[in-house]
Protein backbone atom coordinates (compact mmCIF):
# COMPACT_ATOMS: atom_id res chain seq x y z
CA UNK A 1 0.00 0.00 0.00
CA UNK A 2 2.55 2.63 0.44
CA UNK A 3 4.44 2.07 -2.62
CA UNK A 4 0.97 2.38 -4.43
CA UNK A 5 0.36 5.78 -2.23
CA UNK A 6 4.02 7.10 -3.79
CA UNK A 7 3.10 6.03 -7.42
CA UNK A 8 -0.53 8.41 -7.00
CA UNK A 9 -0.27 11.34 -7.56
CA UNK A 10 -1.38 14.44 -6.16
CA UNK A 11 -2.06 18.01 -7.24
CA UNK A 12 -0.80 19.22 -3.40
CA UNK A 13 2.34 16.84 -3.97
CA UNK A 14 2.92 17.98 -7.32
CA UNK A 15 2.94 21.44 -5.96
CA UNK A 16 5.14 20.83 -3.61
CA UNK A 17 7.81 18.85 -5.97
CA UNK A 18 7.53 22.21 -8.31
CA UNK A 19 8.44 24.51 -5.13
CA UNK A 20 11.67 22.28 -4.15
CA UNK A 21 12.81 21.85 -7.46
CA UNK A 22 12.47 25.12 -8.94
CA UNK A 23 9.60 24.85 -11.43
CA UNK A 24 7.52 26.67 -9.95
CA UNK A 25 6.92 29.54 -6.64
CA UNK A 26 4.02 30.89 -5.41
CA UNK A 27 4.05 34.18 -6.38
CA UNK A 28 4.94 36.97 -3.87
CA UNK A 29 5.20 34.17 -1.31
CA UNK A 30 7.23 36.45 1.54
CA UNK A 31 4.27 38.51 1.66
CA UNK A 32 1.96 35.61 1.97
CA UNK A 33 1.25 34.90 -1.90
CA UNK A 34 -1.13 36.33 -3.92
CA UNK A 35 -4.18 33.87 -5.07
CA UNK A 36 -3.98 33.13 -8.62
CA UNK A 37 -0.50 34.14 -9.75
CA UNK A 38 2.38 31.91 -9.75
CA UNK A 39 6.21 32.20 -10.76
CA UNK A 40 8.17 29.80 -12.99
CA UNK A 41 11.30 29.67 -11.44
CA UNK A 42 14.95 27.87 -13.18
CA UNK A 43 13.95 24.71 -14.05
CA UNK A 44 10.13 25.78 -14.94
CA UNK A 45 11.00 28.81 -17.20
CA UNK A 46 13.10 26.47 -19.24
CA UNK A 47 9.89 24.02 -19.72
CA UNK A 48 7.95 27.02 -20.12
CA UNK A 49 9.27 28.75 -23.03
CA UNK A 50 10.26 25.10 -24.76
CA UNK A 51 6.79 24.46 -24.64
CA UNK A 52 5.93 28.00 -26.45
CA UNK A 53 8.64 27.28 -28.56
CA UNK A 54 7.56 24.34 -30.09
CA UNK A 55 4.23 25.07 -30.16
CA UNK A 56 5.34 27.79 -32.40
CA UNK A 57 7.55 25.34 -34.41
CA UNK A 58 4.81 23.11 -34.34
CA UNK A 59 1.88 25.48 -35.29
CA UNK A 60 3.96 28.16 -37.13
CA UNK A 61 7.22 27.28 -38.80
CA UNK A 62 6.14 23.64 -40.25
CA UNK A 63 3.04 25.31 -41.74
CA UNK A 64 3.37 27.25 -45.35
CA UNK A 65 0.13 28.94 -44.30
CA UNK A 66 0.70 30.36 -40.79
CA UNK A 67 2.54 33.46 -39.66
CA UNK A 68 2.65 34.80 -36.03
CA UNK A 69 2.16 38.57 -34.54
CA UNK A 70 2.80 39.51 -30.65
CA UNK A 71 0.12 42.05 -29.98
CA UNK A 72 -0.56 44.70 -27.07
CA UNK A 73 -2.05 42.93 -23.13
CA UNK A 74 -3.89 46.58 -23.51
CA UNK A 75 -6.36 47.64 -26.02
CA UNK A 76 -8.80 50.13 -27.38
CA UNK A 77 -11.58 49.71 -25.30
CA UNK A 78 -14.16 48.96 -27.68
CA UNK A 79 -12.40 45.89 -28.51
CA UNK A 80 -14.32 44.17 -25.52
CA UNK A 81 -17.16 45.99 -26.76
CA UNK A 82 -17.04 44.79 -30.26
CA UNK A 83 -16.06 41.24 -28.92
CA UNK A 84 -18.64 40.95 -26.86
CA UNK A 85 -16.57 40.63 -23.57
CA UNK A 86 -18.06 43.21 -21.68
CA UNK A 87 -21.55 41.92 -21.91
CA UNK A 88 -21.03 38.07 -21.25
CA UNK A 89 -17.58 37.79 -20.04
CA UNK A 90 -18.85 36.92 -16.44
CA UNK A 91 -19.11 33.80 -13.99
CA UNK A 92 -21.77 33.73 -10.96
CA UNK A 93 -20.03 33.22 -7.98
CA UNK A 94 -21.66 30.44 -5.74
CA UNK A 95 -20.30 29.68 -1.68
CA UNK A 96 -21.43 25.99 -0.15
CA UNK A 97 -23.36 26.57 3.15
CA UNK A 98 -21.88 23.36 4.37
CA UNK A 99 -18.01 23.81 3.87
CA UNK A 100 -18.34 27.94 2.77
CA UNK A 101 -16.39 26.97 0.21
CA UNK A 102 -16.39 29.31 -2.40
CA UNK A 103 -16.47 28.33 -6.26
CA UNK A 104 -18.31 29.22 -9.69
CA UNK A 105 -20.90 27.51 -11.76
CA UNK A 106 -22.38 28.34 -15.25
CA UNK A 107 -25.36 30.84 -16.15
CA UNK A 108 -27.38 27.73 -17.45
CA UNK A 109 -26.92 25.67 -13.86
CA UNK A 110 -28.74 28.65 -12.28
CA UNK A 111 -31.79 27.06 -12.60
CA UNK A 112 -30.36 23.97 -11.92
CA UNK A 113 -31.40 23.13 -7.83
CA UNK A 114 -29.49 19.45 -7.72
CA UNK A 115 -25.95 21.42 -8.72
CA UNK A 116 -24.18 20.97 -5.51
CA UNK A 117 -20.87 21.39 -4.21
CA UNK A 118 -18.35 18.10 -3.86
CA UNK A 119 -19.38 17.74 0.25
CA UNK A 120 -23.33 17.54 -0.99
CA UNK A 121 -24.37 21.07 0.02
CA UNK A 122 -26.30 23.53 -1.53
CA UNK A 123 -24.87 26.75 -3.00
CA UNK A 124 -25.77 30.35 -1.61
CA UNK A 125 -25.66 31.88 -5.27
CA UNK A 126 -23.45 35.32 -4.38
CA UNK A 127 -24.18 36.70 -7.77
CA UNK A 128 -22.74 37.68 -11.20
CA UNK A 129 -19.54 39.07 -11.23
CA UNK A 130 -17.04 40.49 -14.60
CA UNK A 131 -13.92 38.63 -15.34
CA UNK A 132 -11.96 41.51 -17.10
CA UNK A 133 -9.12 42.96 -14.67
CA UNK A 134 -9.84 46.88 -15.41
CA UNK A 135 -6.82 49.29 -15.31
CA UNK A 136 -6.56 52.41 -16.59
CA UNK A 137 -4.36 54.48 -19.47
CA UNK A 138 -2.86 58.01 -18.72
CA UNK A 139 -1.92 59.72 -15.78
CA UNK A 140 -3.82 63.75 -16.06
CA UNK A 141 -6.90 62.13 -17.38
CA UNK A 142 -7.31 58.55 -16.95
CA UNK A 143 -9.20 56.98 -18.82
CA UNK A 144 -10.42 53.32 -18.53
CA UNK A 145 -9.22 50.28 -20.20
CA UNK A 146 -8.81 46.90 -19.37
CA UNK A 147 -5.88 43.67 -19.56
CA UNK A 148 -7.23 41.00 -22.11
CA UNK A 149 -8.98 37.91 -21.15
CA UNK A 150 -8.05 35.98 -24.27
CA UNK A 151 -5.37 36.43 -26.73
CA UNK A 152 -8.10 36.24 -29.89
CA UNK A 153 -8.73 40.19 -30.41
CA UNK A 154 -5.52 40.97 -31.40
CA UNK A 155 -5.34 39.01 -34.38
CA UNK A 156 -8.59 40.27 -35.07
CA UNK A 157 -7.16 43.61 -34.90
CA UNK A 158 -4.11 43.41 -36.63
CA UNK A 159 -5.80 41.03 -39.20
CA UNK A 160 -5.71 43.81 -41.77
CA UNK A 161 -2.44 44.72 -41.29
CA UNK A 162 -0.94 41.54 -41.80
CA UNK A 163 -3.02 40.74 -44.80
CA UNK A 164 -1.44 44.36 -46.01
CA UNK A 165 2.47 43.27 -44.88
CA UNK A 166 2.81 39.48 -46.08
CA UNK A 167 2.08 37.81 -49.14
CA UNK A 168 -0.72 35.14 -47.46
CA UNK A 169 -3.69 34.60 -49.32
CA UNK A 170 -7.15 32.76 -48.16
CA UNK A 171 -6.77 30.44 -46.61
CA UNK A 172 -4.15 31.07 -44.00
CA UNK A 173 -3.65 31.90 -40.26
CA UNK A 174 -1.90 34.04 -37.81
CA UNK A 175 -0.44 32.62 -34.15
CA UNK A 176 -0.04 34.26 -31.13
CA UNK A 177 1.26 32.99 -27.72
CA UNK A 178 0.79 35.04 -25.00
CA UNK A 179 0.06 36.56 -21.51
CA UNK A 180 -4.08 36.96 -20.85
CA UNK A 181 -5.96 38.18 -17.17
CA UNK A 182 -8.89 36.91 -15.96
CA UNK A 183 -10.07 37.93 -12.50
CA UNK A 184 -11.22 34.33 -11.23
CA UNK A 185 -13.67 33.85 -8.32
CA UNK A 186 -11.99 30.98 -7.31
CA UNK A 187 -8.84 30.15 -8.43
CA UNK A 188 -7.44 26.34 -7.79
CA UNK A 189 -5.80 23.35 -8.49
CA UNK A 190 -2.18 25.04 -9.01
CA UNK A 191 -1.55 26.16 -12.61
CA UNK A 192 -4.93 25.13 -13.77
CA UNK A 193 -6.77 27.74 -13.38
CA UNK A 194 -5.13 30.85 -12.47
CA UNK A 195 -5.69 34.49 -13.08
CA UNK A 196 -2.46 35.50 -15.01
CA UNK A 197 -1.83 32.86 -17.49
CA UNK A 198 -0.83 31.96 -21.29
CA UNK A 199 -2.49 30.82 -24.37
CA UNK A 200 -1.05 29.82 -27.29
CA UNK A 201 -4.35 30.59 -29.84
CA UNK A 202 -4.14 30.28 -34.10
CA UNK A 203 -6.96 31.97 -35.89
CA UNK A 204 -7.24 30.58 -39.50
CA UNK A 205 -8.94 32.35 -41.95
CA UNK A 206 -11.43 30.80 -44.69
CA UNK A 207 -13.65 31.55 -47.75
CA UNK A 208 -16.75 31.78 -46.09
CA UNK A 209 -18.49 29.85 -49.11
CA UNK A 210 -15.61 27.55 -49.88
CA UNK A 211 -14.94 24.60 -47.05
CA UNK A 212 -12.30 23.03 -49.39
CA UNK A 213 -9.17 21.59 -47.22
CA UNK A 214 -6.39 20.35 -49.35
CA UNK A 215 -4.42 19.96 -46.26
CA UNK A 216 -6.84 17.51 -44.82
CA UNK A 217 -5.07 13.95 -45.49
CA UNK A 218 -5.24 9.93 -44.16
CA UNK A 219 -3.28 10.70 -41.10
CA UNK A 220 -5.65 13.45 -40.32
CA UNK A 221 -8.88 11.41 -40.93
CA UNK A 222 -7.77 8.19 -39.65
CA UNK A 223 -6.82 10.06 -36.41
CA UNK A 224 -8.50 8.12 -33.43
CA UNK A 225 -9.73 9.81 -30.21
CA UNK A 226 -12.33 9.29 -27.82
CA UNK A 227 -15.29 11.66 -28.10
CA UNK A 228 -18.25 12.67 -25.54
CA UNK A 229 -20.27 13.91 -27.88
CA UNK A 230 -23.60 16.67 -27.33
CA UNK A 231 -26.32 14.24 -27.78
CA UNK A 232 -24.66 11.69 -24.99
CA UNK A 233 -24.43 14.81 -22.65
CA UNK A 234 -27.89 15.86 -23.44
CA UNK A 235 -28.96 12.50 -22.05
CA UNK A 236 -27.47 12.83 -19.12
CA UNK A 237 -24.79 10.55 -19.75
CA UNK A 238 -21.03 10.44 -19.86
CA UNK A 239 -19.95 7.92 -21.60
CA UNK A 240 -17.00 7.80 -24.84
CA UNK A 241 -16.99 6.81 -27.79
CA UNK A 242 -13.73 5.82 -29.57
CA UNK A 243 -14.15 7.48 -33.04
CA UNK A 244 -12.05 8.84 -35.64
CA UNK A 245 -11.73 12.52 -37.71
CA UNK A 246 -13.59 10.77 -40.76
CA UNK A 247 -16.45 9.46 -38.86
CA UNK A 248 -17.23 13.04 -37.16
CA UNK A 249 -17.12 14.63 -40.72
CA UNK A 250 -19.16 11.93 -42.04
CA UNK A 251 -21.97 12.77 -39.24
CA UNK A 252 -21.78 16.81 -40.01
CA UNK A 253 -20.39 17.33 -36.36
CA UNK A 254 -17.60 20.17 -38.30
CA UNK A 255 -16.47 21.87 -41.34
CA UNK A 256 -13.17 20.29 -42.67
CA UNK A 257 -11.28 23.15 -42.27
CA UNK A 258 -12.63 22.70 -38.56
CA UNK A 259 -11.43 18.81 -38.60
CA UNK A 260 -7.90 19.69 -39.93
CA UNK A 261 -7.54 22.12 -37.15
CA UNK A 262 -9.01 19.74 -34.67
CA UNK A 263 -6.98 17.09 -36.07
CA UNK A 264 -3.34 18.87 -35.88
CA UNK A 265 -4.09 19.73 -32.20
CA UNK A 266 -4.43 16.35 -31.52
CA UNK A 267 -1.67 15.40 -33.59
CA UNK A 268 0.48 17.81 -31.07
CA UNK A 269 -0.70 16.06 -28.09
CA UNK A 270 0.59 12.89 -29.25
CA UNK A 271 4.12 14.17 -29.94
CA UNK A 272 4.10 15.75 -26.38
CA UNK A 273 2.78 11.96 -24.87
CA UNK A 274 -0.28 13.55 -23.70
CA UNK A 275 -2.76 12.33 -26.13
CA UNK A 276 -3.93 9.23 -24.46
CA UNK A 277 -5.14 10.91 -21.31
CA UNK A 278 -6.96 13.40 -23.39
CA UNK A 279 -10.52 12.99 -24.38
CA UNK A 280 -12.39 15.27 -27.09
CA UNK A 281 -15.92 16.75 -25.75
CA UNK A 282 -18.82 18.15 -28.24
CA UNK A 283 -19.78 21.36 -26.67
CA UNK A 284 -24.30 21.57 -26.22
CA UNK A 285 -25.94 23.37 -28.20
CA UNK A 286 -27.22 25.36 -25.19
CA UNK A 287 -23.48 26.10 -24.51
CA UNK A 288 -22.61 27.11 -26.87
CA UNK A 289 -20.55 30.80 -27.31
CA UNK A 290 -22.20 33.60 -28.66
CA UNK A 291 -19.83 33.44 -31.57
CA UNK A 292 -19.62 29.95 -32.43
CA UNK A 293 -21.61 27.42 -34.63
CA UNK A 294 -19.81 24.10 -33.08
CA UNK A 295 -16.58 23.80 -30.26
CA UNK A 296 -14.76 20.98 -29.06
CA UNK A 297 -12.88 20.93 -25.87
CA UNK A 298 -9.94 18.63 -25.55
CA UNK A 299 -9.93 17.57 -21.73
CA UNK A 300 -6.78 16.14 -19.82
CA UNK A 301 -6.95 13.38 -17.08
CA UNK A 302 -5.47 15.64 -14.18
CA UNK A 303 -5.04 14.04 -10.85
CA UNK A 304 -7.96 16.67 -9.70
CA UNK A 305 -10.24 15.15 -12.29
CA UNK A 306 -10.34 15.59 -16.46
CA UNK A 307 -10.19 19.13 -17.49
CA UNK A 308 -9.94 21.28 -20.58
CA UNK A 309 -6.41 21.73 -21.57
CA UNK A 310 -7.21 23.00 -25.26
CA UNK A 311 -10.07 24.15 -27.43
CA UNK A 312 -11.38 24.26 -31.18
CA UNK A 313 -14.13 26.23 -32.06
CA UNK A 314 -15.76 27.77 -35.19
CA UNK A 315 -16.09 31.63 -34.61
CA UNK A 316 -17.78 32.07 -38.48
CA UNK A 317 -17.94 35.94 -39.34
CA UNK A 318 -18.35 37.26 -36.09
CA UNK A 319 -15.22 38.42 -34.71
CA UNK A 320 -14.39 40.41 -38.42
CA UNK A 321 -17.99 41.76 -38.34
CA UNK A 322 -18.15 43.22 -35.25
CA UNK A 323 -15.19 45.09 -35.53
CA UNK A 324 -16.10 46.28 -38.73
CA UNK A 325 -19.03 47.74 -37.02
CA UNK A 326 -17.71 49.17 -34.23
CA UNK A 327 -14.45 50.70 -35.77
CA UNK A 328 -16.27 51.66 -39.27
CA UNK A 329 -12.95 49.64 -41.17
CA UNK A 330 -14.12 47.19 -43.87
CA UNK A 331 -12.56 44.14 -42.72
CA UNK A 332 -13.29 42.30 -46.03
CA UNK A 333 -9.95 40.97 -48.15
CA UNK A 334 -9.72 40.47 -51.81
CA UNK A 335 -10.02 36.93 -52.98
CA UNK A 336 -7.54 35.53 -55.81
CA UNK A 337 -9.37 32.62 -56.43
CA UNK A 338 -12.88 34.48 -56.79
CA UNK A 339 -12.41 38.05 -57.70
CA UNK A 340 -14.32 39.50 -54.72
CA UNK A 341 -13.72 40.90 -51.39
CA UNK A 342 -14.92 38.70 -48.94
CA UNK A 343 -15.00 38.37 -45.17
CA UNK A 344 -12.99 35.21 -44.08
CA UNK A 345 -14.61 32.62 -41.52
CA UNK A 346 -12.65 31.86 -38.39
CA UNK A 347 -11.70 28.37 -37.04
CA UNK A 348 -9.49 29.07 -33.63
CA UNK A 349 -7.58 26.64 -31.97
CA UNK A 350 -6.87 27.45 -28.37
CA UNK A 351 -4.43 26.10 -25.89
CA UNK A 352 -3.51 27.02 -22.36
CA UNK A 353 -0.49 27.06 -21.98
CA UNK A 354 0.14 26.69 -18.42
CA UNK A 355 -2.21 23.52 -18.72
CA UNK A 356 0.12 21.76 -21.08
CA UNK A 357 2.88 22.36 -18.68
CA UNK A 358 0.71 20.98 -16.03
CA UNK A 359 -0.20 17.97 -17.97
CA UNK A 360 3.48 17.26 -18.70
CA UNK A 361 4.68 17.39 -15.42
CA UNK A 362 1.81 15.48 -14.25
CA UNK A 363 2.40 12.75 -17.36
CA UNK A 364 5.87 12.49 -16.11
CA UNK A 365 5.71 12.82 -12.89
CA UNK A 366 6.95 8.77 -11.17
CA UNK A 367 8.52 7.58 -8.62
CA UNK A 368 10.94 4.82 -9.07
CA UNK A 369 11.22 2.29 -6.90
CA UNK A 370 14.49 0.70 -7.99
CA UNK A 371 16.48 3.83 -7.70
CA UNK A 372 13.97 5.11 -4.65
CA UNK A 373 13.54 8.28 -6.20
CA UNK A 374 11.82 10.66 -8.60
CA UNK A 375 12.22 10.34 -11.81
CA UNK A 376 10.43 12.87 -14.45
CA UNK A 377 9.86 11.70 -17.76
CA UNK A 378 9.57 14.68 -19.62
CA UNK A 379 9.68 14.62 -23.87
CA UNK A 380 13.46 14.89 -24.40
CA UNK A 381 12.97 18.04 -26.52
CA UNK A 382 10.66 19.84 -23.76
CA UNK A 383 13.00 19.23 -21.06
CA UNK A 384 14.67 22.31 -19.03
CA UNK A 385 18.37 20.61 -19.63
CA UNK A 386 18.95 18.17 -22.11
CA UNK A 387 22.31 17.05 -20.76
CA UNK A 388 24.50 17.00 -17.19
CA UNK A 389 28.48 16.37 -17.59
CA UNK A 390 29.98 14.67 -14.76
CA UNK A 391 33.69 14.08 -14.18
CA UNK A 392 33.56 10.83 -12.05
CA UNK A 393 35.86 12.33 -9.73
CA UNK A 394 37.58 15.95 -9.03
CA UNK A 395 40.82 14.82 -11.21
CA UNK A 396 42.48 17.41 -13.14
CA UNK A 397 41.91 15.17 -15.93
CA UNK A 398 38.62 13.74 -15.63
CA UNK A 399 37.93 17.36 -14.89
CA UNK A 400 39.02 18.73 -18.36
CA UNK A 401 37.65 16.33 -20.54
CA UNK A 402 34.45 16.80 -19.12
CA UNK A 403 34.72 20.03 -19.26
CA UNK A 404 36.13 20.43 -22.81
CA UNK A 405 32.55 18.26 -23.69
CA UNK A 406 30.17 20.57 -21.08
CA UNK A 407 31.48 23.56 -23.55
CA UNK A 408 30.99 21.72 -26.24
CA UNK A 409 27.28 20.39 -26.12
CA UNK A 410 26.32 24.53 -24.56
CA UNK A 411 26.68 25.63 -27.88
CA UNK A 412 23.34 23.70 -28.80
CA UNK A 413 21.68 22.79 -26.06
CA UNK A 414 21.22 23.48 -22.10
CA UNK A 415 23.87 21.75 -20.45
CA UNK A 416 24.71 21.55 -16.73
CA UNK A 417 27.80 20.47 -15.30
CA UNK A 418 27.93 18.83 -11.84
CA UNK A 419 30.94 17.26 -9.36
CA UNK A 420 29.61 17.35 -6.17
CA UNK A 421 28.70 14.66 -4.07
CA UNK A 422 28.44 10.48 -5.73
CA UNK A 423 27.29 9.86 -9.20
CA UNK A 424 24.24 7.99 -8.16
CA UNK A 425 23.19 11.23 -5.84
CA UNK A 426 23.85 13.30 -9.23
CA UNK A 427 22.13 10.81 -11.13
CA UNK A 428 18.96 10.77 -8.56
CA UNK A 429 18.97 15.25 -9.07
CA UNK A 430 18.62 15.22 -12.83
CA UNK A 431 16.45 12.35 -12.54
CA UNK A 432 14.16 14.58 -10.82
CA UNK A 433 14.96 17.45 -13.11
CA UNK A 434 13.99 15.44 -16.07
CA UNK A 435 17.47 15.45 -18.05
CA UNK A 436 17.41 12.78 -19.98
CA UNK A 437 21.28 12.11 -20.79
CA UNK A 438 23.73 12.45 -17.94
CA UNK A 439 27.14 11.85 -19.51
CA UNK A 440 30.20 10.91 -17.03
CA UNK A 441 34.08 11.08 -17.77
CA UNK A 442 34.80 7.37 -16.15
CA UNK A 443 38.00 5.86 -15.43
CA UNK A 444 38.44 4.87 -18.83
CA UNK A 445 37.81 8.02 -20.53
CA UNK A 446 40.97 9.57 -20.31
CA UNK A 447 42.87 6.15 -21.84
CA UNK A 448 40.36 5.27 -24.62
CA UNK A 449 38.06 8.64 -25.40
CA UNK A 450 34.98 7.14 -24.67
CA UNK A 451 32.50 8.18 -22.21
CA UNK A 452 28.87 6.39 -20.58
CA UNK A 453 25.79 7.86 -21.37
CA UNK A 454 22.42 6.70 -19.01
CA UNK A 455 19.33 7.53 -20.18
CA UNK A 456 17.05 8.67 -17.79
CA UNK A 457 14.05 6.63 -18.33
CA UNK A 458 15.75 3.54 -17.86
CA UNK A 459 18.58 4.12 -16.33
CA UNK A 460 20.67 1.92 -18.99
CA UNK A 461 24.01 3.27 -19.98
CA UNK A 462 25.88 3.07 -23.42
CA UNK A 463 29.40 3.67 -24.43
CA UNK A 464 30.18 6.23 -27.14
CA UNK A 465 33.33 7.98 -28.18
CA UNK A 466 33.72 11.26 -26.94
CA UNK A 467 34.35 12.60 -30.49
CA UNK A 468 30.38 11.46 -31.91
CA UNK A 469 29.26 13.16 -28.42
CA UNK A 470 27.44 16.07 -29.93
CA UNK A 471 26.27 14.68 -33.22
CA UNK A 472 24.41 11.38 -31.21
CA UNK A 473 22.90 14.55 -28.83
CA UNK A 474 21.47 16.32 -31.27
CA UNK A 475 19.74 13.14 -32.93
CA UNK A 476 18.73 12.00 -29.83
CA UNK A 477 17.00 14.82 -28.55
CA UNK A 478 16.12 16.86 -31.40
CA UNK A 479 15.44 13.83 -34.13
CA UNK A 480 13.66 11.99 -31.43
CA UNK A 481 16.27 8.50 -32.31
CA UNK A 482 17.20 5.76 -29.77
CA UNK A 483 20.11 6.19 -28.12
CA UNK A 484 21.29 2.86 -27.60
CA UNK A 485 21.66 2.45 -31.53
CA UNK A 486 24.97 4.81 -31.78
CA UNK A 487 27.04 2.23 -28.91
CA UNK A 488 27.04 -0.69 -26.88
CA UNK A 489 25.18 -0.92 -23.61
CA UNK A 490 27.14 -1.30 -20.58
CA UNK A 491 25.68 -1.46 -17.12
CA UNK A 492 29.49 -2.05 -14.80
CA UNK A 493 30.98 1.57 -16.29
CA UNK A 494 29.14 3.50 -13.39
CA UNK A 495 26.80 2.40 -11.32
CA UNK A 496 23.97 4.75 -9.73
Known sequence: MENENKNKLTIEDLTTFCKRKGFVFRSSEIYGGVSGFWDFGPLGVE???????????????????????????????????????LDVFSDVAVVCKKCKKATKIDKSELEDKSIRCECGGEYDVQGEFKLMFKTSIGALKPEDAYMRPETAQGMFLDFLSVCDTTRLKLPFGIAQVGKCFRNEIAPRDFLFRSREFTIGELEFFTHPENDDCPLLDESHLDLKLRLLDAKTQDEGKDNLVETTIRKMLEEKKMSNWHAYWLAEQLLWFRSLGLLGKIKVREHMKKELSHYSSATFD??????FGSNEIAGNANRGQYDLTQHAKFSNEKMSIFDEVTKKRVVPSVI?????????????LCQGYCFDEKRNNIVLKLPPRLAPVKVAVFPIIKKEAYQKMARDIFNELRKDFNVTYDASGSVGRRYARNDENGTPMCITVDADSTEDNAVTIRWRDNAEQVRVSKENIREIVRKVIVDGEDLFKFGSKVNTRVKD
Not at 61 to 78: F, L, Q, R
Not at 348 to 360: M, N, S, W
Request: proline share 5%; no cysteine; glycine share 6%.
Open 47 to 85: LYNNIKADFWKFFVHDKENMTGIDASIISHPKTWEASGH
Open 348 to 360: EPTFGIDRVFLAL
Open 298 to 303: MDYEYP
